[in-house]
């Protein structure tokens, strides 16, 4: 079992920037796979970022390219979403999400349903 704590949300006009973070608990987070998703009223959990067990693996949605970054400290049992000139757009809950390790050091999983543990979110609005 592993427990998911996502911190760092607010409210900010577009252009700004926020750094979310999810903390894991348990000694084995270097063994996970860790995903960053969104979900807007109305709309689809959709995956922003992912990081493999390998942190030179990563997944970014295109809207996010060159905009977020996802990385992971291991002995912090932390993952991170750096998140620059934000839109409007980007606007929604942010989930942390963990996938147990199953064999790809390489796999950055982008879909919901790949991943075993969820965070209660944290709201991200951001005003035009």
């Known amino acids: 079992q592993v427990q998911l704590v996502e911190s760092g949300g607010g409210f900010l006009e577009a252009g700004g920037s926020l750094r979310l973070s999810c903390v894991a608990s348990g000694r084995t987070f270097s063994s996970y796979a860790m995903g960053w998703f969104r979900q807007a009223p109305g709309k689809e959990r959709d995956c922003v970022a992912a990081?493999?067990?390998?942190?030179?693996?990563?997944y970014y949605t295109d809207s996010v390219k060159g905009r977020f970054t996802i990385s992971r400290d291991n002995a912090k049992n932390t993952v991170y979403l750096q998140m620059n000139n934000l839109k409007p757009e980007d606007t929604a809950v942010y989930y942390c999400?963990?996938?147990?390790?199953?064999?790809?050091?390489?796999?950055?999983?982008?879909?919901?349903?790949?991943?075993?543990?969820w965070g209660q979110g944290t709201q991200v609005t951001v005003s035009s």
């Open positions: 990081i493999s067990l390998n942190p030179g693996n990563t």
């Open positions: 999400a963990a996938r147990m390790g199953r064999g790809g050091r390489n796999y950055a999983p982008n879909k919901s349903y790949e991943y075993d543990y």
